[in-house]
Nanobody
Framework: QLQLVESGGGLVETGGSLRLSCAAS????????FGWFRQPPGKEREFVAS????????YYADSVKGRFTISKDKADYTVFLQMNSLKPEDTAVYYC????????????????WGRGTQVTVSS
């Protein structure tokens, strides 16, 4: 079991950028998959992006492709989500999660979750 802590959320204007971080409490297993999900107010949790811990594979939802980039720093046990060209519809609580299935585009693929960080994009 890993504890995951998200950080980097905040308020940004349309067109701005934010970088979210997901810090794990220990070294992930080499087969681990990390995902970012988001949940807008009153809506279901939706997939954003995922990455293999020990390989180069990444996967993105169509809604963020070309704007968001998922990456990792293995030395620091940290996964990032760089968000550019932000839109009001990106407003949500963003969650980091760990699983073992790639691309892991559904929440059921993950077994560890952070508590989330709020991202608000003003119009």
């Amino acid at each position: 079991q890993l504890q995951l802590v998200e950080s980097g959320g905040g308020l940004v204007e349309t067109g701005g950028s934010l970088r979210l971080s997901c810090a794990a409490s220990g070294r992930p297993y080499s087969s681990a998959v990390f995902g970012w999900f988001r949940q807008p107010p009153g809506k279901e949790r939706e997939f954003v992006a995922s990455i293999r811990w020990s390989r180069d594979s990444t996967y993105y939802a169509d809604s963020v492709k070309g704007r968001f980039t998922i990456s990792k720093d293995k030395a620091d046990y940290t996964v990032f989500l760089q968000m550019n060209s932000l839109k009001p519809e990106d407003t949500a609580v963003y969650y980091c999660a760990r699983g073992s299935t790639f691309p892991g585009s559904v929440p059921q693929s993950y077994f560890d979750w952070g508590r989330g960080t709020q991202v608000t994009v003003s119009s």
